[in-house]
């Protein structure tokens, strides 16, 4: 992750000291970001947008522990993917399940073969990681929806790397073999895509 730029650590300072014009300086660039990997732990648009929320105000409440030399990113995105792991938590123990994901409200033209198929796997993809256990769900979103690297995400959820490498390798075994039941043929032996 990226060292926190001069910029960046006055904005922290004044934002702490309750500038909320320095907050929003902070959080904006970072907004979508927060917003995404919400989404994608949580399911819905409403549980995420409820936990970014949660994010920003947590944020707002404990910016002043902020320490120079942290990763600013690493510390935001790591209180949102918990507060999003944690509303999973809660939303599993009540047994919710969430509403169909933006690929089951799509209308796709008939035509359009390729469309319909992409719509069906972004559907799989979402409804077989979400039935991911959470820490794994966290990680794979991290990496594979994200882009973070394994170390970029050890730090942010304060696990060793090797079990984020761990979380990783059993996820992506778990959705490799759930999304060749579900097309077959579609993957290849060792979920390479066809």
Same mark, same amino acid.
């Given at each position: 992750m990226r060292p926190v730029s001069d910029r960046e650590h006055r904005l922290v300072v004044r934002a702490a000291a309750g500038d909320r014009e320095a907050f929003d300086a902070l959080i904006g660039p970072r907004w979508e970001r927060i917003f995404r990997i919400a989404l994608r732990i949580v399911g819905t648009r409403e549980d995420a947008e409820d936990v970014a929320q949660r994010a920003c105000l947590r944020l707002w409440q404990t910016l002043d522990r902020f320490r120079a030399g942290e990763d600013l990113d690493g510390w935001i995105y790591r209180m949102v993917t918990n507060l999003a792991i944690d509303a999973l938590r809660r939303r599993r123990a009540r047994r919710e399940e969430p509403g169909p994901g933006p690929a089951a409200r799509r209308t796709v033209a008939p035509a #359009?073969? $390729? $469309?319909? /198929? #992409? #719509? !069906? /796997? !972004?559907?799989? /993809?979402a409804e077989v990681t979400d039935g991911l256990p959470e820490r794994q769900k966290a990680v794979f979103v991290l990496a594979r929806i994200e882009g973070f690297a394994p170390a970029e995400i050890a730090k942010m959820l304060g696990l060793a790397p090797s079990t984020v490498r761990n979380h990783l390798f059993q996820a992506r075994g778990h959705v490799a073999r759930e999304l060749a039941r579900r097309f077959p043929g579609l993957l290849g032996r060792r979920g390479e895509r066809r």
């Open positions: #359009a073969e $390729r $469309r319909v /198929l #992409a #719509a !069906e /796997l !972004e559907q799989a /993809l």
